[in-house]
């Protein structure tokens, strides 16, 4: 039944979603973005600290006018818990960020602000639909089908998360593995402004990030914290495969996590907001699923594009990235007028070219890959040589 | 250690737009494993697989969180099938 033809049809509007809808409709592109959400933001999930660099380059100066919380100036990272707990702090203000500016985000803010940016530029952003299949023929995606509903594309961008069953269907991804997936679980706490300035010593508009590993008798869980504007962000995070390894549940870690004598008293008085959770699929390079084919790009969370550095989790910046090099793929794609995998083949080489699959790939190499870029910290090393001061391993 | 949780609660706070008539998922209630059941019902940050005293299987999907932790760790067992829900239901992140 398709009266029309989109040059480009995208499923899912979170942050690479939204940025290719944004830079290709910005090149004049019929872009129709598919959410199956009542906005964009209300499925999605962050811990979350968002590193602006990749959006930089999108909308400049962004976060002048964006909902963002607060800025990263000071990060914390613990071992242990409670009483025995050992924690270095940067000032990341002094520490020059290898990926320059970061800051608290919530999501389902953040991305209703850069949907209207999206729809500024022009493009079509319907919600509240699940898309169900593709449509395929001989391996060649062209359009999308949602309940009676079949819309086509020269082109089809899925960005539909960390289960992208589209993709999983399309046989271009395999189900994750337990040792492949991480569940995060978060609670946002709601705190007076001044009362977080003065617990966390910021001042307005300053964020703490703070990660904690091997938490629990059992060690099985991390967790992180971050500051909002009037809200904290905390939570637990477990790769699934650890379930086995303990007796404990996982609403149960972040309660015990919550309730340790170090944190409890920062969250006192503190009401809950909201409870979320997510899958993050962390399973590096092995995890990569087939990246583009005819007429198909993979962006974001669905394309596995995550990175647990170490010293920090990355997934909203590899992100925003993917989708920017998805869009500059098919506005390529469109010049040629060839959609097939022989043009969008260029995508996974810019990604290869760009930090995301660097990060992807594991923290040395992405380090590596920030070293090339003229930095000169190394937080890793900063933080195990203080560790290791410390007594910790 | 701390008191024992109570998810429900959390979850009270959450806006659902629920879909009383269909699960988007399908659990096998009668699934024998027990040891299989344990760690899902473990796993789920929504705690919407609840055991009754008699060890009789629970599921709950309208408090879902919609991660798909049951789906990596139990799918063709305990998890028969899973899907998100049809548009506009399920959660809905006010916050996020």
């Known amino acids: ?393 | 250690m701390a008191a024992k949780v109570n998810v429900a609660e959390k979850l009270g706070v959450n806006k659902f737009n629920t879909d009383e008539k269909n699960s988007h998922i399908d659990v096998d209630k009668g699934y024998a494993d027990k040891k299989e059941v344990d760690r899902v019902l473990r796993a789920c940050p929504a705690a919407i697989y609840t055991l009754d005293d008699n060890g009789t299987l629970f599921f709950d999907y309208l408090g879902c969180l919609e991660c798909g932790t049951c789906k990596v760790l139990s799918e063709g067992k305990l998890v028969k099938s899973w899907n998100y829900p049809v548009g506009t239901k399920g959660i809905e992140y006010r916050l996020g």
């Open chain 1, 1 to 393: 039944m398709s009266e029309e033809r989109f040059d480009c049809i995208i499923v899912g509007g979170g942050l690479a979603g939204l940025t290719a809808a944004y830079v290709l409709a910005g090149e004049g592109q019929e872009v129709l973005l598919v959410e199956k959400g009542n906005y964009s933001g209300a499925k999605n999930m962050t811990g979350g600290r968002l590193y602006g660099h990749s959006l930089e380059k999108v909308i400049a100066d962004f976060a002048a006018s964006a909902p963002v919380e607060r800025k990263v100036v000071k990060e914390r990272l613990s071992r242990g818990v409670g009483d025995d707990m050992v924690t270095v702090e940067y000032d990341s203000a002094g520490l020059a960020c290898p990926f320059g500016e970061s800051y608290t985000v919530l999501r389902g803010k953040f991305d209703r602000w850069l949907a209207d940016q999206a729809e500024e530029q022009g493009a079509m952003l319907i919600y509240g639909v699940r898309v169900d299949s593709l449509l395929e023929e001989n391996g060649k995606v062209f359009g999308v089908v949602a309940g009676d509903e079949e819309m086509e594309a020269n082109v089809v961008i899925l960005a539909d998360g960390a289960n992208s069953l589209l993709a999983q269907n399309l046989g271009y991804k395999a189900p994750p593995q337990i040792n492949q997936a991480t569940v995060g679980v978060k609670e946002v706490i709601g705190l007076s402004e001044e009362i977080i300035n003065e617990r966390f010593n910021l001042a307005s508009g300053e964020g703490l990030a703070w990660l904690f590993y091997g938490n629990g008798e059992d060690q099985v869980y991390d967790a992180f914290l971050y500051t909002n504007t009037d809200s904290v962000s905390i939570g637990v995070t477990m790769m699934l495969g650890e379930i086995d390894h303990t007796q404990n549940s996982v609403p149960q870690m972040l309660e015990d996590f919550k309730n340790n004598s170090k944190i409890a008293p920062l969250l006192e008085g503190g009401r809950l907001m909201e409870y979320s959770a997510h899958l993050i699929p962390e399973g590096g390079e092995n995890m990569l699923p087939k990246l583009y084919g005819d007429g198909i790009i993979l962006v974001g969370d669905a394309a596995a594009l995550c990175a647990n550095l170490g010293f920090t989790l990355r997934g909203m910046d590899l992100a925003v990235e993917s989708g920017l090099l998805a869009a500059k793929t098919v506005l390529a794609a469109q010049e040629q007028g060839d959609f097939s995998a022989d043009t969008l083949c260029a995508y996974e080489k810019a990604l290869q070219e760009s930090f995301v699959l660097a990060c992807v790939k594991g923290g040395e190499s992405c380090l590596a890959a920030v070293k090339a870029g003229g930095y000169e910290e190394d937080p890793i090393s900063a933080f195990n040589t203080a560790m290791g001061e410390a007594g910790i391993k």
